[in-house]
């Protein structure tokens, strides 16, 4: 399995900006997608995940109600919408995937995600 993150870039704060993590080697339409971040000095963070097949969608508190995870089957992508962009959204972006969860999904732990991408740089600026 591989993911490939883009669309990351400089932005200033109160713009939109959507990340996209294309898939190859499985179908996302079965599986766990999510986003992570990593900002400068803080530990990974989950920021929005999706487990399709049972509909159930988690956005972190900071993120919430500004951010909205997708996908399009088809091209077995899965996007990261950000609006309202603010600088403490800084950070390096990673979408992963969860192909073993049968309970409780999407889960929240980076541990159970199995596949990463190499991540994408978001930086907004004030």
């Known amino acids: 399995v591989q993911l490939q993150a883009s669309g990351g870039g400089l932005v200033q704060a109160g713009d939109s900006l959507r990340l996209s993590c294309a898939a190859s080697g499985l179908m996302i339409s079965n599986n766990v997608l999510a986003w992570f971040r990593q900002g400068p000095g803080k530990e990974r963070e989950l920021v929005a995940a999706?487990?399709?097949?049972?509909?159930?969608?988690f956005y972190g508190a900071a993120v919430l109600g500004r951010f909205t995870i997708s996908r399009d089957n088809p091209k077995n992508i899965v996007y990261l919408q950000m609006n309202s962009l603010k600088p403490e959204d800084t950070a390096v972006y990673y979408c992963?995937?969860?192909?073993?969860?049968?309970?409780?999904?999407?889960?929240?732990?980076?541990?159970?995600?199995?596949?990463w991408g190499q991540g994408t740089l978001v930086t907004v600026s004030s």
């Open positions: 992963a995937i969860d192909t073993r969860c049968v309970h409780n999904c999407p889960r929240r732990d980076p541990v159970h995600y199995d596949s």
């Open positions: 999706s487990d399709w097949a049972s509909g159930s969608t």
